[in-house]
């Protein structure tokens, strides 16, 4: 078995592409931004630039208000609807669900009847790319289901999610979009045990950039979104 | 070439697309609306508890909401107290069923029911507004003074209000077996005692909540020929039954009848709508997520959820109005803090 994204890249490399097995299965990568679309990689020389909590994953509205140079206290006043919506945050359940579904039938995979599944217990993402387990799970099941059909009654036990290895790193649904959600949010980062609320992950993150002269670095984005920030947080600043 | 009428109707038509695969918080079986409200208009609230998140709402979006009994500074100053004159338009407390309704307008207009007052402890309350005064009020006279008042604010809400939004909550009602005079609450719950000789309980039929509701609706036209009605189901279940049956299917007979009725009127009368609160909370696209652990309260993301379907279709923002944006508007304080609404109040609570 082998992940699609895993797959362009072997298949773009002539030796990686040797060392492919005659018969595979491809199955999705599942990314879903639309509980955490405050979410962003920054990277300086192809290497990856950590939050203050030391994991990949930063905050895009953190980012443009650090380097700004706004306090931590300014910066903190951006985190609310008004600016969510003008982001376009609130109109990430359509993105990710086109992009998914895109991949999903790539795979040759139903993408409806797992988002039906995994919507049954509300939220189903750590972050853009840790699926919980029940995510997972229900992949599996239409994999087991599409591949080995006379076998698949083991998936069915009520316990039989997978061992979660993606725990450790839990990015919050903010209240606000999670209420758009139809489900509770909140500001409380985890990242193995280091824990913090909105207050503090600014202030770690404001820390740890300066340790590293942040400012001072030539960066590159993922998504890109400098331009639309510009626009849209700018004429904020100093209005909340 | 065979015609199938299925084919090709709206999103909305289809299980898959109109509730199976929409995504969560997303949910919106409003299809049409006849009327909306701006911030010109007056708007008041009666009817189950439910109803008091309405009107919270309504407030906090800046739209115009009656109040015609505001607490004065010379009152109680307790919660209840400010509860009774911020989340009613006027100080009736909880109209569960629609004959209770209709009767607030006779008694408004004059009608004298014989059985009106409970006693307990030495202290009266109001047979059909229990809670109005904290504790009961000291005497009976006190009590009818205030009742004057109250049923006096009670036609200027049916009188200057350009949109009344009235939330359905139950069929099941005791009345008295003097004069039929319908109660919030069972004698002998909150005050006074039941008595089988001068109470009686009663579970509303579809026929007769038609009926009522028709003749309410067409009787608050006459008073004011402008206004416009907005009907809605309270998605909250029964607390209890006193039918010899299970609470939920005496739930699901009190929520149809009342969904039929509320239905069948607002096709039938141009000026009264129906908005789908019901829906949305007890859909099965929430999975359930919508009702607290008791499995009855409704949840603040719940609430939340059927206010920003209401704002969407019914306020109108034309730009020059004071009214908030839905973002802004915050329904309940303890909204968004992961903690369930309790800040309304219910007779209905009294009886377990």
Redesign the interface.
Known sequence: MIQDSVLRIVLSDETLRELLPKVYIVYPTITFS?FHPDTQYIFCEERVIKNGLGSDWNSRILVWAYLNELTVDESLLLFD??TY?KLGYLDE??NS?EELRRTFENCSLDY?QW??GV????QFMYGINHPMPAALTYLARQLADREFSSHVQSLREPNGDPKDYLSHIVWPVY??I???????G?YHWRVGRKRANLHEFAQRCYQSWDLIGLRNLKITYVPDSVARDNVVLQPLVGRK | MDHNPYRGLAASQYW?SGV??V?????DPVTSVKFQITSHDVVSTLGSCFAQHLARHIKDSGLRYMMTEPLLETEEQTEQAAMMATQFSARYGNIYTTRQALQLLDRANGWETADDVWERNGRYFDAFRPHVRTGGFTTIEELRDARVAHLQAVKRVFTESDVVVFTLGLTEAWMSTIDGAVYPTAPGVIAGSQDNSRHVFQNFSYPEVLSDLLNWCQRVREMNTSVRILLTVSPVPLNATYVPRNVWTSTTYSKAVLRAVAGDVAAELPYVDYFPSYEIVTSPQ??G??FEDDLREV????V??VM?VFDRHYVLRDGTSDLKAP??VRTASKI?D?QKISDVFCDEEFLD
Do not use: C, N
């Open positions: 639309a609807m008004e919506k359940w359509s669900t409806s988002i039906r919507q049954r217990d509300g209240p606000e999670a209420e758009e959600l139809g489900m509770e909140d | 898959r199976a695969e995504g969560p918080g997303q949910f929430a999975h997520r919508y949840t603040s993301v719940g939340k959820h920003r973002a802004q968004g992961g």
